[in-house]
């Protein structure tokens, strides 16, 4: 089964509820980092950095050559991006605006194109007892999360296995999937795919607007999901009504309080700080499994 | 010779516009008859890679120069490429812009002046 953990607004725990439920479960699970600008579960780990392998992530980009160019224009016109213009008699690449996609190499009649890396991040791994942890660190001042969003999901259980219930039917271990915020294609393509989505929420007017935007994003998507509100017992009770008219679970409630914040200061899980919420966490687990046996049974 | 002023407005007494990729009309001016002509900028509401998209369309226009406020380094790299002279930091009425630039008042750059803008 694959969780993924997303959420509107940024900063409202995601990666508290990620982690705490990665290392809550007694199996072995697979925590994906994919908020690749920002990833930071790893910092909730105890890892050292001798501990992580990595190893650099490209996409491809087009290099034309000049002598078979004819400037027909094809490939600029393709590009929906614009990283190709087209002048008189020459193209210009721009290497900053590709999107990797291939496209004009396969639009090039004059087989006028190669292709050359250009690395846009890393892959990480590591490994705790109960955890192997994933994650996509993106180059600074590179914007194209998807595609190491993407080559992270693609180590999901290993092995080619993807697609919703795919782990599953290959007995792999449950995935979490720690999604970066907001409602763009970075957050889209990290839920995707995945079994449930829980998507982390507080009790503010920005944390309702942001959660609102999720849940028509998640809507569209046709993805079974539930509420975690962070900070539940300050703030104004609107989240707790939204859920309520949208039918949506309200599978946890973590309090505000400093002991949490503490842990997280130094590093830790919620569930070292209050072993109550490993229990928590269990049990929301069972509870999302029933949710995704119900929605199974759809027709 | 043509040139491009960026606008905001349909006619030689719009200011012009400060954003070269986005502005929202191209003025035309054809400096042997003295005609202008507009049009509405069709890349302005793109989503990336403006600057290329409107550097592109002024090559293809056959633009001797270009008059705008501000120029990012992917735009400037096209039409320095396409030999299209830049003259940033134009203000006031496209008219006067035209005036002064005739004039040569206008110092033309060697380099984008300002950063890339991806949205």
Redesign the interface.
Known sequence: MTISVASGKGGTGKTTVAVGLALALEQQVQLLDCDVEEPNSHLFLQLGPESRSSEDFSILVPRIDDDKCTACGLC?SF?????L????D?L?V?D??CHGCGGCKIVCPEDAITEVPWPIGKLVSARVPGVDLLYGDLNSGE?LAPPLIRAVKRQIGGSASEGPGGTEASGGPPVIIDSPPGTTCPMVTAVKDSDFSLLVTENTPFGLHDLELAVQVLSDLDMPMGVVINRADIGRSDVEEFCRKKNLPVLMRIPYSREIAEFYARGESIVAADPDFRRHFQEMYSRIEALVAEEGQKP | MKICITSQGEDRASNVDPRFGRCAHFCFYDTESGDYRFEPNEFAAGVGGVGVQTSQYMAEQEVGAVLTGQVGPNAFKTLNAAGIEVYPNAEGTVESAVQAFLAGEFEKTGGPTGPARHA
């Open positions: 600029s590009c929906e991006y614009n990283a213009a087209r002048l008189k020459k210009l721009f900053n605006l914007v």
